[in-house]
Every structure is written in structure tokens, then in C-alpha cells.
């Protein structure tokens, strides 16, 4: 609008200015007036356009601090579209803030959307723990497939809160995260015996398989109390559930053009997002509604607040708390969600690195043996095990399964940032935790898989020190963070307890990356697992 009152009010001098220089009618003809004009348009697109910070931060949005936020002016109506919709995104990122100096904070524009994103810890920890940045912007698909009543996307307010203290308090707290060992250990020996006949078979494991089955089920089972055989390829259930759940990580890990630039959606859908929202959404229903009925008939419901399953717990909650029946298949559809692939792929980055450096798989390894010996390694022994928690905190870092930390956060009001810049009302933001943990101001020799440096150097991961936070942090920091790391540190105790794992001469560890939902390697680790015989 501000450009189209500007150009003509504008461009009205020229078309009688011009002539009277030149003291020629002709220039005033159709065809003069037309060029001049288009040309005047293009300048000022042009101008608005190449404003720092792209289109979405004109009209000096980004000056509104006593400093400036910089960043680079990407194209015209698309902005910095480019770099975030393909490759890897955190890396773009960094390269371009830490070139560019504007490591604190960067301004850049997604479309219409403003966007700024931090690669320092101390600009992080001001939005992450910020109550004007406890909003998250919502994607098209996020909308579509019922996040928006779940926890990850609900708007800050009352019912936030509800769903994060129901969550904190029946799944994630420690005596339930306790009162769920004997399910985590019972996958874990599940996916160790399958490991073993995979390599005795074929003579090398493709690790994610056995993963991302063990952890769908440990999540199905302290969910939804319900556990696969993962051996049996043929239960129509689990093809249709593992189906489900890799269609959900597509679409809400897709980039969608018109999330950014909302007009496009008439004309363009490449992923087909609406479509194919609108085709999974019934399926996930008509599965998660068909278990919540078979509890009520079961009528588990009664005295399961201890150890129950979740949807035991939602079906007993009174009335004050009670969520209604769609809202509770969203909470439960994104727990599923969130579980499953997180758990899994960081294990797999866990072992990549454990193959790729022997020599602190032998120390882990002689660690684990000295405590534990041939017993089966517990939660409280892994407790204990300080050499693997600084392998899975090592791993954190070089490779944190959101290097962007997954979901951007909104502002809902201006924030005045300490180094002088101010954050406008309805910016979203992001924190590049891979340019804050690949930094070597921050971690001296960043690109080294060192578990050494947290030995003697307590670092906490769960939010408090920003150096490295993969879980994120303040309010809306992940609340699975502590079932997480257990079910991590369990699962790498007893892979490495159990098998010396070793690289194939002819398909070496690829640590490449792909970013989708999270940041996974490209290529399946495929390694040999030899049994060990004690
Ligand atoms: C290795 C494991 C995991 C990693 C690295 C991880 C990472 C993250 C990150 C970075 C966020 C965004 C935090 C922020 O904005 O400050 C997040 C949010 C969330 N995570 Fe996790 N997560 C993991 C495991 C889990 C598990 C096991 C669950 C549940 C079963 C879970 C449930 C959630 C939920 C519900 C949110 C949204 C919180 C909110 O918006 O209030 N996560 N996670």
C-alpha cells in the first residue's frame, strides 16, 4: 500500500519536471510516461527491497534500539526464502552471522515473515527465557494436523499451562520416568537379541531400524500402554502406525513456501501439504481414539496416576483438568511424535561417534565394565557412569538433534535486548545452537569429538548454560529432556556393554547431515556388532 501512494505521488514531478528540462511535448507520450514509470516502480522496489534485513524489516523495524540489528538484505519479496528451504540451514546460518559479524543477533527476512535468529549464548539465553518470547509461530501443517491443542504449539496461556503441568506431572516426572525402566530395559534387550541375529545373518547391522522401533514402542508402551512385536513385519497395525508417523515427520518437517509467503498457497504446493494433512489427520484419529475407547472399556482408568499409562492418566483426570476427546488425541499424537525420533536419532549419532573414535569406546566400555561388570546396566548405574555422560553430552554438542532448536519462538510485545537492540512485536526467533556449539570462542577446538572437555566441567544441558542447550530453555524448554537423556544413556550403555561395535572397510561412518524435522545423518549408520563373550 505504502508503495503504491509513494509512486505516484512521486513519480507525478518527474512526468512534469522531465518535459520542462528537456522543453520537448514528445516526452510526455504514452509509451515515455510508461517507461518512466516502470522504471520508477523498479527503483523503489528495488530500495525497499535491499533494506537490511530484507523486505519484512522495512520502515527501519530493526532500528528501533539505541543498536542496530544487522543482516543480510536476501531478495526482493523472498528474502532469505532460499537458504532456509534447502541443505542445511544451521550451517547457512552460522556462515552468514559469524562472516558478517552479526553473531548476537540477525535480521532477515523469510517472505513477509521477520525473522532473527542468535549464535551467541548470552542473546539465546535473553529469548529463550524472555516471557514475550513464550509463543510459537505455527506452521500451515502444524495447524492442519492438531498441533496447535498440543503442547509444542498451544499459545502461550491457560491452556498451555494445563497440558505442561499434566505432562510434567504424569509423564515426565521422575518417579513416572523410574516407574518405566522395566519398559525401557525390555526394549533395549528386544533391540539388542535383533541386532544379534541382523549380524549374525547378513554380517553387518543397519543400527536405525533397530532404533527407531525400540524407541517407537518405548514411547507406545509409557503412552499409550501398548506394545509390537517390531519382529513381526506383517501386524497391520504397526505398518499403519510406523506410516503414520513418517507421513507426520514429512509434513510438518517440510518446508512450506507459504507459510512465509501466503498468497503462493493458491498457486503453489509442491509437498501437497493441505491435501495430504487432510488425508492423515482421520487416520491418526480413528488409531488414537480407537485406543483411548479400548481403555475406557477396560475401565483402567480408576487408580492409574502412578503407573498407568498417559492415557490412563488423561482418562482420570477430573473435571477441572479433564481435556476433551480431540484435544487428548492431539497431546497423545504429539508425544508419539516427538519420542520417537529424537531418542533414536541421537543414539544413532552416539554410536556413529563411539565407531569413529575406538578409543573412547574402550574407555566407555572399561568405565561401564568396572561398575557394572556382566550384571544388566540400570538407570541408577548409568547415573553413575560419568565418562558415558560426557560421550552423550559431547554428542550433544557436535551434533544436537535440533540444531535451530526445532521451534522458533514468537514475540508477543517489543523486547529491549542488554547490548541495545530491540526485538519488535511479532518477530519470530531463532537460536542456531550448532553456530553456538561450533564456535570456537565458545568451545575451543569445536570440531573435535573430545568427551574429555565435560570430565572435569559440569555443564549442564538441561537449559541453564546456554553454551549447550539442546533441549533448549526457560519456559518452554523441552519437558521430555530428562526421559530423553535416560533412555539415551541407558540404551549406549548396553549397546557398548554387549557388542564392540567396528566400521565397514567398504562403507565407512558418513557423518553428512540432513536437516527434516531434526538434524539426522544422511546415510543409516551400517556398522559390524560383535558380540561380545565374556
Ligand atoms: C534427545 C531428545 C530430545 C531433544 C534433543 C529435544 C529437543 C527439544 C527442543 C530443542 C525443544 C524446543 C525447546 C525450546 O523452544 O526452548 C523441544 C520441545 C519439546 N519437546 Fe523435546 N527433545 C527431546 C526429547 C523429547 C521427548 C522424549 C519428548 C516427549 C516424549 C519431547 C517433547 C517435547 C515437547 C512436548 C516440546 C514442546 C514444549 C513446549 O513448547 O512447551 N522431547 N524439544
Known sequence: MDTG???????????????????????????????????????????????????????????????????????????????????????????MAWSSGSSQLMAFSLGSTPVVVSSDPHTAREILTSPHFADRPIKQSAK??????????APNGTYWRLLRRIAS??????????????????????????????????????LRNHLQSASLNNIMGSVFGKRYDV?????????????????????????????????????????????????LVPRVRKLVRGIIEEHRRNGSEKNMLDCGDFVDVLLSLDSEEKLKEDDMVAVLWEMIFRGTDTTALLTEWVMAELILNPEVQSKLRAEIDSLVGKNDVTDADVAKLHYLQAVVKETLRLHPPGPLLSWARLSTSDVQLSNGMLIPANTTAMVNMWAITHDSQVWPDPLVFNPDRFVNNDVDIRGSDTRLAPFGAGRRVCPGKNLGMVTVTLWVAKLVQKFNWVQLENDPVDLSEVLKLSCEMKKPLRVTAIPRIY
Open 5 to 95: 501512494v509513494m509512486s505516484t505521488k512521486d513519480s507525478s514531478w518527474w512526468v512534469f519536471t522531465i518535459p520542462y528540462l528537456f522543453g520537448s511535448k514528445n516526452l510526455l507520450d504514452g509509451y515515455v510516461i510508461f517507461s518512466l514509470f516502470m522504471a520508477f516502480v523498479s527503483l523503489s522496489i528495488l530500495t525497499w527491497a535491499f533494506t537490511v534485513g530484507g523486505v519484512a524489516w522495512k520502515n527501519g523495524r530493526n532500528k528501533r534500539g539505541r543498536a542496530r540489528i544487522p543482516g543480510p538484505r536476501g531478495l526482493p519479496i523472498l528474502g532469505s526464502l532460499f537458504t532456509l528451504s534447502r541443505g542445511l540451514a544451521h550451517r547457512a546460518l552460522a556462515q
Open 144 to 153: 492442519s494436523l492438531m498441533f496447535s491443542r498440543a503442547i509444542g504449539f
Open 169 to 206: 506431572s504424569y509423564l515426565f516426572s521422575p518417579r513416572r520416568i523410574l516407574a518405566h525402566e522395566d519398559g525401557r530395559q525390555l526394549d533395549c534387550a528386544v533391540m539388542l537379541r535383533n541386532i544379534a541375529s541382523e549380524q549374525e545373518l547378513k554380517g553387518s547391522v543397519i
Open 231 to 279: 519382529a513381526a513385519k506383517n501386524d497391520p497395525e504397526l505398518i499403519a502406525l510406523k506410516e503414520m508417523v513418517k507421513e507426520g515427520f514429512e509434513l510438518l518437517g517440510a518446508f512450506n513456501w507459504s507459510d512465509y509467503l501466503p498468497w503462493l498457497s493458491y498457486l503453489y504446493d509442491p509437498y501437497r501439504i493441505v491435501e495430504r494433512c487432510e488425508k
